[in-house]
C-alpha cells in the first residue's frame, strides 16, 4: 500500500507525490523494521524520515552529524507545524536543560527531537530524559550513518556508540531504526548492518546512484605550476557559475585560504571554507553561496555532508580524494537540482605522494601521540577516570584505538564536579555535597562505595525534579575504565596492529581509486565504474540518461521516445517485466498505458548485429503469440522524432478503433 495518503495528510502543502523509491522505504519503515536506505544526495531522504516518523505516531530521535542541517531542518519542519527539539552548541545550554526537564515530564512533546552523535554518546542528562520517555520513541533515524564504518574516509568515532545508547536505553528491544546515505562501499554496509541489526533484504539502494547529470573529467599534470594554472583558467570559464573547489589544506602554499584571498584578487566573489571556523561562520558561508552573494568556494571536506545548495555547476578537486566514496560523495555536492554540471579532478603524482604520507598516514596517532594520550587519560593509573573529551584533539585521534582493543571502557556518561550545584534542596541526596572538599565525581564514587552509574542516576534524577540549583555548565563527561597502569611494548604493538590495519586499508582505497580514474576514458566509464564499485546491479549500469519524467533510461533515442510520450501525456513505464507462459518474462523498453489498454515499445538500436538480431527474432514471436496487436516497433534512425510522433498518432487511431 503506497505511503502517499499518508504523505498528503501529514504534509498538505506540498503539491507533489513521494517518488517510487520514497515510498518503498517509507512501507520499510512504517511496517517496523530496520533498514537502510541508500539514495543520493538531493534524493529527498529528509521526507522518508519525516513521513516515516509521523506515520508511526510518536517521537523521532534524528541523529545528524552538522548544526546547520539540524536548524534547517528543524525551520522546515516548525514551518508545516511540527513541534521539534534541537540539542547541540548553538542552543543556550540552559534552555536545552529546560526543554529536556519538560520532556522528561511529558510536559513537551516534540514530534521529532535533532541530537549530533556526540551529544547521543557524551550527554548522560539526555540519556537520562530518553530513558524515561523510550515507549514515546518509536523511530531513530541515523543521517549520514557511512560515519559510523571504521573502514570510510567520514569516520566519526562517536557514531560507533549510537548501538551502546540504544543498548542502554532498551536493552535488546529497540525501536526502528533507519540509516540514510548517499554512497556506501560493501564493507561500510557490512559494519553498519552488523552494528544496527539491519538484514541484506533490508538494505534498499536507489537505482539513480549513478549522477551521470554531472560531466566527470580528470586531467593529470607532471607539473604543479600547470595545474594552478588550470585551476585558473576552468574558473575564468565558469566565471557566472557556482563553483565549489575543494582543496583540503587549511593553510600555507595553495591551501584553501590562500587561494580565496587570491581568487578576491582576481576579481571573484570567492571564499574559504574549513573544521577551523566556527558554526556561525560556517552558515554565513553557506548563506552567502546559496544565495549567490559568493561564486567560488575553496573548502577541505568540511563543505559536506547535509548542505543543501542545489545549483552549484561545478565542483573541482584540486587535490586528489582518497577513495572512490570520497570522490563521488564530493561531485555529488553538484546537480542536487538534477540540472547539468560538470566535475573537475585535478592531480599530479606529487598530489598522490603528499595524500598517501601527509593525509592518510598522519590521520593515525603515532606512537607518541598514543603514550600522550593515555597518561592524560589514565595518569598510569588502573580504574575510573573522569575524561572531558571535548576539550583535547589527541584524546579524541586516540581514544577509540584503546576502545577498540579492549584496554579502556567507557563506563558512564556523567559530570566532572559536583560544585556545579550551589544548593541541594532533597536531604536524601545531601550526600552528594558532603563528602568530598574536591567535589570530584570519581572521589564521591569511593568514599560513598556507590557505583558511578548509581551517582549519575541520582544526579540527573535530582536536576529532572528541580532538587537542585544549578550555577554552572554541567560539565559533561565520560567516565572511562582503565584496564591497564602501563603502556608497554606489548600495548603499544596492539594500538599500532590496529592502526596498521586500517591504514593499509586507506591506501588500497586509493590505489583502487586510482586505477579506476586512470582506466576510464569517458565520464560514462567512469560513472559505471563508479557504479559497480557501490554495488549498483549490472542490469541497471547503462542507465544513465535523463528523461523528463525523472526516468533513466539507456539510450539517447530512448530519452527522445521517453520525452514525446511525456509530452503526449501518455501513461508509461520503463522497462517493466511482462509475464507470460509459465512465469516466464520478457521486458519491453516501454509499457503504455492508453485508454485502458497496454501497449509495448521496442527501440531497435542495433539491427544489423547477429547476436541481436536472432535475440530480437525471438522476443518478436512472444509478442506476436502472447500480445498481439499490442507492439510498437521504432529503429534507430536521423528522423526518430518523427517516427515516433507518428508511432503516437496510429497509437491514439488504434486505441481508439479497438
Not at 594552478?228 to 602554499?253: A, F, T
Request: hydrophobic residues 35%; contains cysteine.
Amino acid at each position: 500500500m503506497s505511503a502517499n495518503p499518508l504523505f498528503k495528510q501529514l504534509f498538505p502543502q506540498l503539491h507533489f507525490n513521494l517518488k517510487e523509491f520514497q515510498d518503498s522505504v517509507i512501507q520499510k519503515v512504517l511496517g517496523g523494521v530496520n533498514t537502510l536506505c541508500i539514495m543520493p544526495t538531493g534524493g529527498g531522504k529528509s521526507l522518508i524520515y519525516w513521513v516515516g516518523g509521523l506515520g508511526l505516531k510518536g517521537v523521532t530521535i534524528v541523529i545528524s552529524p552538522l548544526t546547520a542541517l539540524i536548524d534547517e531542518q528543524a525551520l522546515r519542519l516548525e514551518e508545516h507545524g511540527y513541534t521539534v527539539m534541537r540539542l547541540h552548541t548553538g542552543v543556550d545550554s540552559k534552555e536545552q536543560i529546560t526543554q529536556l526537564k519538560q520532556f522528561y515530564h511529558k510536559e513537551f512533546n516534540p514530534d521529532f527531537i535533532f541530537a549530533s552523535p556526540e551529544r547521543i554518546s557524551t550527554d548522560g542528562l539526555f540519556e537520562h530524559c530518553i530513558k524515561q520517555r523510550k515507549d514515546d520513541i518509536k523511530l531513530i533515524a541515523i543521517d549520514e550513518i557511512h560515519c559510523i564504518s571504521q573502514w570510510g574516509h567520514s569516520f566519526r568515532p562517536f557514531y560507533q556508540h549510537i548501538p551502546t545508547f540504544l543498548n542502554r536505553v532498551y536493552g535488546k528491544a529497540w525501536p526502528t531504526v533507519l540509516g540514510l546515505s548517499a554512497t556506501l562501499d560493501q564493507e561500510e554496509i557490512t559494519d553498519i548492518c552488523n552494528a544496527f541489526h539491519i538484514e541484506n533484504k533490508s538494505v534498499i539502494k536507489s537505482e539513480s546512484l549513478i549522477r551521470s547529470e554531472i560531466e566527470l573529467k580528470k586531467l593529470k599534470f607532471s607539473k604543479e605550476n600547470e595545474k594552478v594554472e588550470k585551476l585558473w583558467q576552468l574558473l575564468r570559464i565558469h566565471k557566472e557559475e557556482k563553483v565549489l573547489v575543494y582543496v583540503y589544506r587549511v593553510n600555507g602554499k595553495n591551501s584553501t585560504e590562500e587561494l580565496a584571498v587570491e581568487a578576491c584578487q582576481r576579481g571573484y566573489r570567492a571564499t574559504y571554507f574549513h573544521s577551523g571556523l566556527s558554526s556561525e561562520e560556517k552558515q554565513e558561508v553557506i548563506n552567502r553561496f546559496k544565495n549567490n552573494e559568493l561564486s567560488v568556494v575553496f573548502a577541505t571536506n568540511a563543505f559536506g555532508m547535509g548542505i543543501d545548495i542545489p545549483d552549484i555547476r561545478v565542483v573541482i578537486h584540486f587535490l586528489i580524494p582518497e577513495s572512490i566514496a570520497q570522490y563521488y560523495q564530493e561531485v555529488g555536492r553538484a546537480s542536487r537540482d538534477q540540472l547539468a554540471s560538470n566535475a573537475y579532478l585535478l592531480y599530479s603524482d606529487k598530489n598522490i605522494d603528499v595524500k598517501r604520507k601527509h593525509f592518510i598516514d598522519k590521520s593515525f596517532p603515532s606512537t607518541e601521540e598514543l603514550q600522550r594520550a593515555f597518561v592524560k587519560m589514565t595518569n598510569h593509573k588502573k580504574g575510573y577516570h573522569t575524561l572531558p573529551y571535548f576539550d583535547d584533539k589527541e584524546i579524541q585521534k586516540c581514544l577509540p584505538y584503546f576502545v577498540n582493543t579492549g584496554m579502556i571502557d567507557i563506563i558512564a556518561k556523567s559530570i566532572m564536579r559536583l560544585d556545579v550545584f550551589s544548593e541541594i534542596y532533597n536531604a536524601e541526596i545531601s550526600w552528594l555535597h558532603g563528602l568530598t572538599t574536591t567535589k570530584n565525581i570519581i572521589t564521591t564514587m569511593k568514599k560513598s562505595g556507590k557505583p558511578v552509574e548509581e551517582i549519575s542516576h541520582t544526579i540527573f534524577e535530582a536536576i529532572v525534579h528541580d532538587e537542585v540549583r544549578l550555577e554552572k555548565s554541567l560539565g559533561k563527561c565520560l567516565i572511562i575504565y582503565s584496564h591497564i597502569d602501563n603502556l608497554d611494548k606489548v600495548a603499544l604493538d596492539r594500538l599500532k596492529q590496529c592502526c596498521e590495519i586500517k591504514r593499509q586499508y586507506k591506501h588500497d582505497q586509493l590505489d583502487h581509486f586510482l586505477r579506476t580514474i586512470e582506466s576510464c576514458e569517458s565520464s560514462k566509464e567512469l560513472h559505471q565504474e563508479i557504479g559497480r564499485h557501490l554495488g549498483v546491479p549490472k542490469f541497471l549500469l547503462d542507465r544513465i540518461y535523463i528523461t523528463c519524467k525523472g526516468d533513466l533510461v539507456r539510450s539517447k533515442s530512448e530519452v527522445i521516445i521517453a520525452n514525446l510520450l511525456y509530452q503526449h501525456d501518455i501513461e508509461y513505464e520503463y522497462e517493466k517485466k511482462l509475464y507470460y507462459g509459465h512465469h516466464q518474462c520478457l521486458i519491453p523498453d516501454f509499457t503504455l498505458y492508453v485508454n485502458g489498454q497496454e501497449f509495448y515499445w521496442e527501440h531497435l538500436g542495433m539491427i544489423g548485429f547477429n547476436e541481436y538480431d536472432a535475440r530480437w527474432l525471438e522476443k518478436k514471436s512472444i509478442y506476436e503469440l502472447y500480445f498481439p496487436n499490442q507492439l510498437l516497433i521504432t529503429y534507430e534512425n536521423a528522423t526518430l522524432t518523427t517516427l515516433v510522433k507518428d508511432r503516437i498518432n496510429s497509437l491514439f487511431s488504434q486505441a481508439q478503433t479497438d
